[in-house]
């Protein structure tokens, strides 16, 4: 498999540019530089198209004529008021520890409250307050547009040049030979993160390839390498590594300033379930099955509801003629069900639309591969579009399915990646979604142990972090992974 692996990175590295002499050989191309001129820019934009506005609506007294105070002055004393508050709130930091919706709400909160706080200093000691309210509203709503706008065009410039290598991340990777092969072959179906891999730290009798462009010892002189290197990023996938070493490791990052991302080797097993708390003074893991608060549970089975109304009603025309076209184009009914395994273990009905042959599963139950033969040809298009889905909105209407959770497996592949994977099972707390956070990030349908980790990762990430937002980001997604065809085939 590392030779498999090897291949493909070097392929990869083969399209980045030399970066072997040079610490931050990117500094003038970093996210906070884009994200400082970016906010520069829309706050000079929202400036104008305020200016614009009240000039049109006749919010002058007199006739208004450009001057140095409005072309400069005014435009600097904004710009030097909005600025700090942005930074005091977080904004400016390396946006791949952000997500863009993250970066919306975040922008959303700074933009009003820098808003509020003027408009307070403003009325402070003015009778006009019902004047400077309306303007002071507008003036947010543009702000806000214009600074999410230029970042997000700022964002997808940075991605862009990154995935193109000309802005790149040294990166070292420490770990197992298995555990580098799978974080090199994330690094090259993820170009736009930016990663590089200049080292590799390896565990012993890992038995990894060279990679061209990396230096490759063993892990127990990692944190030489590192200093050697002197790389922006270090990468810690380990199962053997000691804490005296990983305390060497992140002391070494930290005086450097060099970013430090670990995959604890327990992660699996108690993420989304554990908490501190005191126990007479002693900090103790108290593990949980309390996901959600109560009034979160409600919050989320409200909109389940609402939202899956919504989409069988609305839709309904467009679900009779897929209905339809299934029904023309195979025989064995228009909805295939299917046994899968829902919360606590309990299992229920599934529906689809049918997109595969009748008797898809006479040899027994599998997984999709990429071009099965069983899949239809109106089937294949249902899949691509994950339209062949629909049906799941009725299993969320009667509650055994969510919209947004980990996805819902048959009863057989439980059963068999539980005694592969013990913690397998902890999947099965949360209600199982149509969509979820694997779904949006990975197309890979693959049965190898990796994979099968990979997936847990994806659906315990989702657990502990479950959240109305975090759904409403896995639903805009997954609308892109609708419309660009992200569905296995």
Known sequence: MANVYSEHISDFQASLPDLR??????????????????????????????????????????????SFMHLVVLPLAIAVYFLPVFWMFGLYRDWLDRSPFDEFFVVMRASFWSCFALFMLIVIDSQNFHKYRLKIIIFWIILFSAVFAFRLGARLLQRNLRRRGIVALPTVIVGSAQRINLLLDWMRENPARGYYARGLAVETGGGMQQIEGAKVTSAENADSLIAEIRPQVVLISSETIGHQQLLTITSHCAENKIRVKIVPDLYEIFTGLARAVPMYGAPLIEVTTQILR???ETA???FDIIFSLATLIVGLPVWLLIAAIVGIETKGGVLFLQTRIGKNGKPFRMYK???????????GQKWTTVNDPRVTRFGRILRKTHLDEIPQFWNVLIGDMSIVGPRPEQPKFVDRFTKILPYYSRRLIVRPGITGWWQINSKAYSESVEQIELRLRNDFY???NMSLKLDFEILIRT????????GQT
């Open 479 to 486: 609308v892109y992974c609708v419309i660009s065809g992200h």
């Open 21 to 66: 002499r040079s610490r931050t050989p990117n500094g003038l191309l970093s996210p906070v530089f884009f994200q400082f001129a970016a906010d520069c820019a829309a706050i000079a934009t929202s400036y104008a198209i305020f200016t614009v506005l009240r000039y049109l609506f006749g919010a002058y007294d007199v006739p208004f004529e450009l």
């Open 294 to 296: 109560p009034w979160q």
């Open 353 to 363: 639309f049918r997109s595969m042959v009748q008797d898809a599963e006479k040899d």
């Open 300 to 302: 989320k089975r409200t």
């Open 462 to 464: 989702y657990i502990e």
